[in-house]
């Protein structure tokens, strides 16, 4: 059983920058890819980013392309994900999932595990 606890979020103004960061929890050794998503009220779960387990490999959603960066990977048990020139239609909570598969995921159905949410407010 993994447990996967996230940190980080808040608020922050439009242009701004926040990291995210997400520890997972293994008593046995496995590889899970990683990723983090996010939904905002109204919306559907959305897929951010995600990165394959040695961190070699990452993936992007379109809205967020060229402004968040995945790092990390389970190899070393903790995903990052730094957010750039945010936006108010950034504001969701995101959620931190990990798979079984030690690929990268791009949708909610593939990932096993998932973490809490943090809050991410972006004002404009």
């Known amino acids: 059983q993994v447990q996967l606890v996230e940190s980080g979020g808040g608020l922050v103004q439009a242009g701004g920058s926040l990291g995210l960061s997400c520890a997972a929890s293994?008593?046995?050794?496995?590889?899970?890819?990683m990723g983090w998503f996010r939904q905002a009220p109204g919306k559907e779960r959305e897929f951010v980013a995600g990165i394959n387990w040695t961190g070699a490999r990452t993936d992007y959603g379109d809205s967020v392309k060229g402004r968040f960066t995945i790092s990390g990977g389970n190899a070393k048990n903790t995903v990052h994900l730094q957010m750039n020139s945010l936006k108010p239609e950034d504001t969701a909570v995101y959620y931190c999932?990990?798979?079984?598969?030690?690929?990268?995921?791009?949708?909610?159905?593939?990932?096993?595990?998932w973490g809490q949410g943090t809050q991410v407010t972006v004002s404009s």
């Open positions: 999932a990990a798979q079984i598969d030690s690929g990268v995921g791009v949708t909610g159905d593939e990932y096993d595990y």
């Open positions: 293994d008593r046995t050794f496995r590889s899970y890819g």
